[in-house]
């Protein structure tokens, strides 16, 4: 295996996925706040405590996850071979990045939909 592909493949698609998980966070948790306020009636503080936790919680799991997924384990011979290679893995992930953030916006939905629930009863 030439060792100098695989070194360009880890130093291409880390800051890739590490640039998207970034950009997804920052838009789902800036204008999730607007939900987070909603759900917990007007406290800003303890929305903005919970919508931070949130953004933790996805960094960590979405890095991780980028992490997990990073092994080439592959034959790399040609510069094809590693774009090919590139373009699997991180549109995998983009994939599992969409997903990830279509589970954050039903969480905040259910939340603002239980919040209007408790407020009713």
Do not use: C
């Amino acid at each position: 295996m030439n060792t100098n592909f695989v070194v360009m493949a880890y130093s291409i698609y880390l800051p890739i996925t590490i640039a998207l998980t970034i950009y997804v966070a920052n838009v789902l948790f800036s204008n999730g706040r607007i939900f987070m306020i909603d759900i917990f009636k007007g406290r800003e503080s303890i929305a903005d405590a919970t919508n931070h936790l949130f953004k933790v919680g996805f960094y960590l799991l979405n890095i991780g996850f980028a992490f997990i997924i990073m092994n080439v384990a592959y034959e790399i011979v040609a510069t094809r071979e590693l774009l090919e290679i590139l373009a699997y893995k991180i549109g995998w992930f983009s994939i599992y990045l969409g997903i990830m953030l279509f589970l954050n916006l039903y969480l905040f939905f259910r939340g603002k939909r239980k919040s209007k629930e408790a407020q009713l009863a």
